[in-house]
């Protein structure tokens, strides 16, 4: 499955695991949340969607940096979170925190 976390150092880092927890970097145990990503190619933007199991929601203020090193951080797209209300589909952007 596509899946994201946000590791202890901020970084949001993507794969295609069966557990958040195979995104965790060595020696870690823990991360600030995580969910699913797809890539929206006629929106030209990557969805970010849901919570893992394990780790929660997602905390995008501790966001610090995006892992450009593998798709979907590579293609460039901006981010946006996807949340429904009243069964509506609302993208908010993901943005890096330069809060330390």
């Not at 090193?69 to 009243?86: C, D, K, Q, V």
Request: proline content about 5%; charged content about 20%; aromatic content about 14%.
């Amino acid at each position: 499955m596509q899946k994201f976390i946000i590791t202890t150092d901020g970084t949001m880092r993507f794969g295609d695991v069966q557990l958040h927890r195979d995104l965790i970097p060595y020696g870690d145990d823990t991360c600030y949340g995580g969910g699913f990503w797809r890539v929206d190619n006629h929106r030209g933007c990557i969805i970010l969607s849901g919570r893992s199991y394990d780790f929660g929601a997602p905390e995008f203020s501790r966001l610090r940096s995006i892992d450009t090193t593998t798709a979907p951080g590579s293609l460039g797209y901006p981010m946006f979170y996807e949340r429904m209300f009243a069964g509506e589909e609302y993208l908010e952007p993901v943005t890096i925190s330069s809060a330390q």
